[in-house]
């Protein structure tokens, strides 16, 4: 029954955005390859989506190791079949001025937030390539655009917006199509853990006023799936952030 369904790879699939993508994605009708770290939390997410009349297998690896992307990705095919979607959610956060920016903190945020894109995308899209069929969204931020702060992160940010462009060239003759979702502030624990100070100063710096919320991070990843004329392309969810956005703070 699930054989029918075409395969959507979503990593960091275990939390947050990703999870929010993952659930989107098999109600729309896709068998979800859920990737993430954590074995337990992979296997809870499958669960929750069996249980609720989707489809999913899990897919345990760590994104920034090229050889277990790899070998998820056989593994994947072997037990699903063709992965027609791919979504780079994985990633993580990193917030230091410059004088606290070591290499270690630099190469650890680049090894996930960068080289884990190039990772997947590269093992993804062969087969796309072969088959003339495929589409792969990247999310990366508003913060490419700058803040402070985050300049690793900002750097990897930037870096998945350019491969995306890149690719969506270089893969248009096969028909695979290759986008970008940049959200702004979302609502999820990390957010709601901050002090009531703090986080009203930095939704001051949104002009819709409010963070967006995970769902309509997954909305934006599923218009894009189904919008057949878009590669290339960036679509923000960041409630006016990118047009316009007061610091919160200007300290570095
Ligand atoms: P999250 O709740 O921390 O979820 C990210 C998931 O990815 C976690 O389950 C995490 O596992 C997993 N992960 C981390 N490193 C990984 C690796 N090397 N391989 C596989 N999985 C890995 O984060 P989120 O807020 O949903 O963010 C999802 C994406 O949206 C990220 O790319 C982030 O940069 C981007 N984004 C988020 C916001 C926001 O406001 N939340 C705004 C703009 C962009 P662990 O928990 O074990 O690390």
Redesign the pocket.
């Known amino acids: 029954m699930s054989e029918t369904r075409p395969v959507a790879l979503v ?9 929010a993508i993952a659930r989107r994605l098999a109600a729309d009708g896709h068998l979800v390859a859920v ?4 074995e337990s ?1 992979v296997a809870a997410m499958a669960g929750e989506i069996e249980a609720a009349g989707g489809s999913a297998i899990p897919a345990v ?4 190791d090229s050889a277990a992307v790899d070998a998820m990705f056989d593994a994947v095919e072997a037990a699903a079949g063709p992965v027609e979607v791919l979504v780079n ?5 990193g917030n230091a001025a410059i004088r606290n920016v070591t290499d270690d903190f630099w190469e650890r945020v680049l090894s ?2 960068l080289h ?1 894109v190039l990772y997947c995308t590269r093992r993804a899209v062969g087969p796309m390539r072969e088959r003339r069929s495929g589409s792969v969204v990247t ?5 490419w655009l700058g803040w402070w702060g985050q300049s690793a ?1 900002a750097a990897a ?1 930037a870096g998945v917006v350019g491969m995306t462009r890149a690719l969506a060239l270089e893969l248009a003759s096969r028909n695979v199509r290759v986008n970008a979702v ?5 609502d ?4 709601r853990d901050r002090d009531p100070e703090r986080l009203e100063r930095l939704l001051k710096s949104v002009p819709l006023g409010r ?1 967006g919320r ?1 769902e309509e ?1 997954a909305a934006a990843v599923a218009f894009l799936l189904r919008s057949r004329a878009i590669t290339g392309q960036l679509l923000y969810v960041c409630g006016g952030k990118s047009v316009y956005a007061y610091p919160d703070w200007k300290d570095a």
């Open positions: 990593t960091g699939a275990g939390s947050g955005i990703g999870a990737n993430d770290l954590d939390r690896a760590d994104v920034s959610n994985a990633g993580i956060g996930v937030d884990g999310i990366s931020s508003r913060a992160y940010k940049a959200p702004g502030i979302i999820t624990p990390l957010l963070p995970v991070v």
